[in-house]
C-alpha cells in the first residue's frame, strides 16, 4: 500500500459493552459495531491466511477501508472489537487513553508489511504508515513520525512518569521485514494534540530508543520484567566473533536490563550471568566446588 493510500484510508477512518472510559453505547449501537465486525472478519481471515501471499496485500487494503468506516463512527472507542482482537493487535496503555491497532502481512515468505493506526480516547484515528522500507539503519537519535513509522508488530505498550509529571509511553515492537536480521525496538511513544511522534532522548548515551537487530529466527527477549520492575533483555553475541555482521547475533544466555532513573533507562549488567567453569570443573548442585563452604 502507498503511503498516500494508507493515509486517506486510516484518516477516512475499545472496554465493555456500553460503558467505556466515559463513553456509552446504546443497544442499538452495540449491534451495529458487532455487525460491521462481522462483516469484515471473513477478509481478515484471507488477508491472514490465504495460500497465494501477494494477494494478502489486497485483503489488506479492503480491510483497511472496513476498519476506517467503522472507526469513524460516533463513540467508536467505547466498542472493544473482542472478535477482531483475536485476529490483530489491539493493544493500550495503563491510563487507557488510546488504543493501538496493528498488524503484520506476510507478502512473500518470511516477508511481512505492517499495518497499523492509533486511536485516542476521543476518537480521533492517527494513520500509521510503514516507512521501514526505506530505512537502511535505524538512526538512535531520529525523530519519526506517524507518517516516517517504522513498521512494527507492537507488544507491549508500558507507562512512566515524565519530569513534568506527564506520561510517556513506551512501545515494544519486533519487525520480521529484513532478509537476515530481526530487529525488536523499545521507543517513545508522544502525543502533540492529533499529532503523534517517536523517540526522544529518554536512553542512555542520549539515545532516542533502544535496538536489538539479531540473527533472523534466533530466540531473542526484550520485554517488561514486574518482579525486577526493569526492563530485561538477552545479551547477544556473535558466533564468529564479528559483532559487526548482525546477522551472526544470538543470545548468548545472559540477561541484561534497563531501570527507570531519574527519567532516563539506564542500563544494568549482568542481572543473570553466565555460569562460566574453569577446565575439569563442574558444578554440585548448581553450586561451583570453590564457592562451597
Same mark, same amino acid.
Given at each position: 500500500?502507498?503511503?498516500?493510500?494508507?493515509?486517506?484510508?486510516?484518516?477516512?477512518?475499545?472496554?465493555?459493552? *456500553?460503558?467505556?472510559?466515559?463513553?456509552?453505547?446504546?443497544?442499538?449501537?452495540?449491534?451495529?459495531?458487532?455487525?460491521?465486525?462481522?462483516?469484515?472478519?471473513?477478509?481478515?481471515?484471507?488477508?491472514?491466511?490465504?495460500?497465494?501471499?501477494?494477494?494478502?496485500?489486497?485483503?489488506?487494503?479492503?480491510?483497511?477501508?472496513?476498519?476506517?468506516?467503522?472507526?469513524?463512527?460516533?463513540?467508536?472507542?467505547?466498542?472493544?472489537?473482542?472478535?477482531?482482537?483475536?485476529?490483530?493487535?489491539?493493544?493500550?496503555?495503563?491510563?487507557?487513553?488510546?488504543?493501538?491497532?496493528?498488524?503484520?502481512?506476510?507478502?512473500?515468505?518470511?516477508?511481512?508489511?505492517?499495518?497499523?493506526?492509533?486511536?485516542?480516547?476521543?476518537?480521533?484515528?492517527?494513520?500509521?504508515?510503514?516507512?521501514?522500507?526505506?530505512?537502511?539503519?535505524?538512526?538512535?537519535?531520529?525523530?519519526?513520525?506517524?507518517?516516517?513509522?517504522?513498521?512494527?508488530?507492537?507488544?507491549?505498550?508500558?507507562?512512566?512518569?515524565?519530569?513534568?509529571?506527564?506520561?510517556?509511553?513506551?512501545?515494544?515492537?519486533?519487525?520480521?521485514?529484513?532478509?537476515?536480521?530481526?530487529?525488536?525496538?523499545?521507543?517513545?511513544?508522544?502525543?502533540?494534540?492529533?499529532?503523534?511522534?517517536?523517540?526522544?532522548?529518554?536512553?542512555?548515551?542520549?539515545?532516542?530508543?533502544?535496538?536489538?537487530?539479531?540473527?533472523?529466527?534466533?530466540?531473542?527477549? *526484550?520485554?517488561?520484567?514486574?518482579?525486577?520492575?526493569?526492563?530485561?533483555?538477552?545479551?547477544?553475541?556473535?558466533?564468529?566473533?564479528?559483532?559487526?555482521?548482525?546477522?551472526?547475533?544470538?543470545?548468548?544466555?545472559? *540477561?541484561?536490563?534497563?531501570?527507570?532513573?531519574?527519567?532516563?533507562?539506564?542500563?544494568?549488567?549482568?542481572?543473570?550471568?553466565? *555460569?562460566?567453569?574453569?577446565?575439569?570443573?563442574?558444578?554440585?548442585?548448581?553450586?561451583?566446588?570453590?564457592?562451597?563452604?
Amino acid at each position: 500500500m502507498s503511503r498516500i493510500a494508507s493515509i486517506t484510508l486510516f484518516c477516512g477512518l475499545l472496554l465493555s459493552p *456500553l460503558h467505556f472510559w466515559g463513553q456509552k453505547l446504546s443497544v442499538e449501537a452495540l449491534e451495529q459495531f458487532k455487525k460491521a465486525e462481522a462483516e469484515f472478519m471473513p477478509t481478515v481471515d484471507s488477508m491472514n491466511r490465504i495460500g497465494i501471499l501477494d494477494e494478502r496485500i489486497s485483503y489488506a487494503h479492503d480491510f483497511v477501508k472496513a476498519l476506517s468506516q467503522v472507526l469513524k463512527q460516533e463513540n467508536s472507542f467505547a466498542y472493544p472489537f473482542e472478535e477482531l482482537s483475536t485476529k490483530i493487535h489491539i493493544i493500550y496503555p495503563e491510563d487507557k487513553s488510546f488504543r493501538i491497532f496493528n498488524w503484520p502481512v506476510e507478502y512473500a515468505p518470511a516477508h511481512f508489511r505492517y499495518y497499523g493506526a492509533i486511536q485516542k480516547s476521543d476518537g480521533t484515528v492517527i494513520p500509521l504508515v510503514d516507512y521501514s522500507k526505506k530505512i537502511e539503519e535505524i538512526d538512535p537519535h531520529k525523530v519519526f513520525d506517524n507518517k516516517t513509522w517504522f513498521g512494527q508488530e507492537y507488544y507491549r505498550i508500558l507507562t512512566q512518569k515524565g519530569p513534568d509529571g506527564k506520561p510517556l509511553y513506551f512501545v515494544f515492537g519486533v519487525h520480521h521485514d529484513r532478509q537476515n536480521t530481526t530487529i525488536k525496538m523499545m521507543d517513545v511513544l508522544q502525543f502533540a494534540g492529533d499529532k503523534v511522534t517517536f523517540g526522544a532522548p529518554y536512553f542512555e548515551k542520549g539515545n532516542y530508543r533502544f535496538v536489538m537487530e539479531y540473527q533472523k529466527g534466533a530466540q531473542v527477549s *526484550l520485554n517488561w520484567d514486574a518482579e525486577r520492575s526493569m526492563v530485561v533483555f538477552d545479551v547477544l553475541e556473535s558466533e564468529v566473533s564479528q559483532p559487526q555482521r548482525k546477522h551472526t547475533l544470538v543470545a548468548n544466555g545472559e *540477561l541484561d536490563a534497563l531501570k527507570w532513573t531519574n527519567y532516563q533507562w539506564q542500563w544494568v549488567p549482568n542481572i543473570l550471568p553466565v *555460569l562460566k567453569l574453569k577446565d575439569g570443573q563442574a558444578p554440585i548442585n548448581g553450586v561451583i566446588p570453590e564457592l562451597r563452604n
